[in-house]
């Protein structure tokens, strides 16, 4: 049964592959398995109908047969752990693949969601001189332990998995910042992941979905 994903209609990124759904958009690439997307309105977003998908009323849904999943994290691991291409087989090391999944979402993302936040509705303020600058340390500690972590290594614990894929994509929000440029091994790191043919395949579904609402 072909897998359908929502989307949005009109994402607020402008193409630049940031929504999450770029995230299932990709394991899906790399897994081979061809999918369906729904694309959604903000108004429908909100709505009964995907609110029985996704309670918070939010983006993206994952539907196949009489499963639903709507945590892009959820969804990533769901594909990985049904498809060859994205855990390795050995338990130890798929449990350790796993666990950079949640480090992803759990550990990296939350201070580059904060910063993203309230750029977009503090900066303007005058706290926000102080408070900025303290966003963006807190996002460089965690930069600095990952890029330690990674150290020479291509991937973030042996071959590429969905670890990797998640981490990338979390990385990736920052890159209009600046902030990884003190990281090279972090910059190369993004740029191998979103150098893989998967990568692309994936970028230039979600691109074409707002050239064509935006009549580019």
Known sequence: MTPIITAFEASPDRGKGQARDMRVRWALEEVGQPYEVR???????????HRALHP??????????????????????????????????????????????????????????????????ERDKPWYAEHGPML?????????????????????????????????????????????GAYPNLLAYVARGEARPAFQRAFAAQLAVFTAASGT
């Open 39 to 49: 694309l959604l309105s903000f108004k429908a977003m909100k709505e009964p109908a």
């Open 56 to 121: 918070f009323g939010q983006i993206p849904t994952y539907e196949e047969g009489e499963l639903a999943l709507f945590e892009s994290g959820a969804i990533v691991l769901h594909i990985a752990q049904h498809h060859a291409g994205l855990l390795p087989t050995e338990a130890v090391a798929r449990s350790r693949a796993i666990n950079w999944i949640f480090a992803a979402l759990s550990t990296v993302e939350p201070p580059i969601i904060e910063r993203e936040a309230a750029w977009f509705t």
């Open 136 to 180: 963006d340390e807190r996002v460089r500690r965690r930069l600095g332990e990952l890029s330690a972590r990674l150290g020479e290594h291509d991937w973030l614990d042996g071959a590429f998995s969905a670890g990797d894929l998640t981490m990338v994509m979390v990385l990736r929000r920052l890159s209009s910042t600046g902030l990884l």
